[in-house]
Structures are given as C-alpha cells and as structure tokens.
C-alpha cells in the first residue's frame, strides 16, 4: 500500500437542480424545453441531479415558484447537496434575490439566460466574441447588482464618532457606476469594429461574389457543413454552441460562379435579447446574404419547432425577407423509411448528410440554381487591356462561350445583374 493518497485535480462537475414552470403558452411542451435546459447544463459543465416542474398560469411575483414548491426546492437542495439551481425562464432580479436567500446564500440560483452566457463566455475564441459575450453579460448583470458592503451603511447609520463624515457613494452607486463605463466602451468597441467588418461586406458586395450564410439551430451540423464544402477546419463538436464567431470561405461552384459561405452562430429557443442586440454585427453577415440555407437536424423530434425558432430570429434581425432553403441534415441517422417518408413530404427541400457527404453535390446545384436566378444572358468584346475585367467574368460569370478576337476577348456570359451592369458598356453582337 502506497504512503501517499492520489491527489486528482480533475473539476468536479457541479450538481444542478432544474426548474421550470408549465404555464400551457408555448408550442414546446415543458418536458421538451427540460429536456434542452438539461443539455445546456451539461454543455456547461454541471451534473443534473433532479428536475422540478410546477404546473401555474402565471409565475409568482417573489419567488417564481410556489411557496409549497419552494420549500420543496430547499429539501432537495439539502438532500442532493446541490451547487446550483438552474431556472428555465428568466428571472427578475427581486425573484433570484429572494430564491437565493430562501436556498441559502451558497447555493448559486441562475436562470437560463445566465446559463447560456456561461456557455457563450466559455466559447467565444476571438476578439470580437469575447467582447460580444461580455456586453451581454454586464447588461444581464447590472439590474442584479446588489451592495456587498452594507456593513458599511450600518456602521453609518449607527452615529457616534466619524458617522458625521458620511461614506460618499455607497459600493453599489460605485459598482453600477463602472458597469455603466464599462457597458459603454464595450459598445464604442463593437461600434469600431462593425465598422471594420462593414468595409469588408461593402468589398465583398461591390465585388460582386454571391454570398450565402448558413443559420439554424444550435446543433444542427452548420460547422460541419462548411468544412464539408470548403475544407474551412472550423471546430466541430456534438454539444450546444460548439461555435459563437462567424466564419467566411470562398469556394467555386462547377459552372465557375465564385461564391462565399458564410458559418453564423447557431439560435436557440428563449434566445435572450441582449445576446441578440450584442451579436448584431455578427448577425449582420446573415442579413448582407443573397442566400440563407436553414441548416436543421432532421434526426430532431423537435425539428420544426426549430425552424419556427430560427425564423423568428431571422425576423427579429430583419433578414426573413432573404430567399433561403431549408436543408435537412444528418440523414444518415435516419432509417430508409423515415427518410423516404421525409423526401416525400417535403421535396422543396434538399437533405443531405454532411458528416458523410450524401446530397451535397445536390445541394450545390440548388445554390447554383438560386444564384442563377435572375441572371441575364449576354454577349460583350472585351478590349484586351481590360485584363481584370476578363479575370472578373471568368470569376464571376457562367461562360457559356468565348474566343479571341483581333479587338478583344469575345464572351457570351450569365451575369448577375451586378456584373451586367458593369458589362453593358462592352455589349456586342454575336455574329
């Protein structure tokens, strides 16, 4: 027997009780929305011990909860000897503070928005997701902020000796104070670099390269299908956003048509608002896109509530208006029947398998289609000292046909209306 114990130093996961209140308003049964809840704090981390859910048509203004099921909470918490509660809507800052007392101040009491900040903290990787995220938790954080020093303001309001000279502003004025700083440089940051990111969607619009973005749900396989189109090597893992930063790659359809796609931060139901309002510039790829495909994991019970999810979203950010398709993935967790009952269904939308490859080739057909829509068919001459105008309709044209002229290069082209535009001075007839 060895003289030394083994010290392990691995974390250990923190047990969560969940919490959610049924009050018969939402398409996603409660059953359904514990059920992600509890992925999301497995996401982050923690071991779920126990879910506790309560029937009520409306919340209880101090405690969310019943008094009955509140003092059912504190047993399990003894009992479990849970680390935090975890509720499935939002709290007010008067509910958690009452929870927090009630289940003991060493018991952490969060809500869902602040569980899915946690997650967003943990795997934003860039400089502009951090600050994202970090917007978004102070504006979470700042009508929760609660004085730490009110021993302070009793040693003030006892008199006696010194109580004559005050205490100047008080921790909380004090703490509020440097969030509010702090709130508002983060913004002017954002402001600076949406600006940055501005110029390059400007460059990418004048260029006139079709862009489309990939939007959807958390999970539902958007990263993976960008590397499967573009070799992009962007992180893929099977837990709830897996990516925050957006990602762009440039690829070449068959015809010839140079596109970008474009990888967006993946939605959520009861996605929180200020998420959205700090992410506004990373969303912004998806509203500049000529094309959104709805990436959805048809392998998903709940897949059409997603997609009622995602588009509620996208109408929030003003991009339901942009042509899209929706592509169902991950039909290689399918059974035969499943699937052809699937296609049949739906035959407006392209399933593929990008794990495996499957219907992808399809779907780039699709996008080329799409691309094409609207596009006109022309002849121009070219003048050889055009040189980069010929290396752009190669680039950004389907050439249907071409030879070389004593003047110039002479094309017949399909052109998006942005480049016929910039061809019509060369116009010619094809004789």
Known sequence: MGRFKPLYTAPVPEKAILVGVDMGNSEWSIEESMDELERLAQTDGAEVVYRMVQRLDAPVPKTFIGSGKSEELVSLVRNLEADVVIFDDELTPSQ???????????????????????????????????????????????????????????????????????????????????????????????????????????????????????????????????????????????????????????????????????????????????????????????????????????????ADKEIAAVDSILKEIGADEIPSVVVYNKTDLLDKDGKAQMLASRPECEFISAKEGTGVKGLLYRVSQEASRGDKTMTVLIPYEKGLLMKMVHERCQVVRERYEQEGLLATVKASKRMADTLTPYEADDE
Request: proline share 1%; hydrophobic share 35%; net charge positive.
């Open 96 to 302: 958690q503070s009452n929870l927090e007392r009630i289940v003991g101040r060493d018991v952490k009491v969060i809500d869902r928005t602040a569980l899915i900040l946690d997650i967003f903290g943990e795997h934003a990787k860039t400089n502009e997701g951090r600050l994202q995220v970090q917007l978004a938790q102070l504006q979470y954080v700042y009508p929760r902020l609660r004085g730490m020093w009110s021993h302070l303001v009793g040693e003030q309001t006892r008199g006696g000796i010194g109580s004559r000279f005050g205490q100047g502003e008080s921790q909380l004025e004090v703490d509020r104070r440097l969030v509010r700083k702090r709130i508002s440089w983060l913004r002017k940051e954002l402001d600076r670099l949406e600006t940055r990111r501005g110029v390059r969607s400007k460059a990418r619009w004048d260029s006139g390269v079709y862009r489309v973005a990939l939007v959807g749900y958390t999970n539902a396989g958007k990263s993976t299908l960008l590397n499967r189109l573009t070799n992009a090597g962007v992180y893929v893992q099977d837990e709830l956003f897996a990516t925050l930063d957006p990602t762009t790659r440039a690829m070449d359809l068959e015809e010839g048509r140079k596109i970008t796609v474009t990888d967006t931060v993946g939605f959520i139901q009861k996605l929180p608002t200020m998420l959205v309002e700090s992410f506004k510039s990373t969303l912004a790829e998806v509203t500049a896109a000529d094309l959104i495909l709805k990436v959805v994991d048809c392998s998903d019970r709940n």
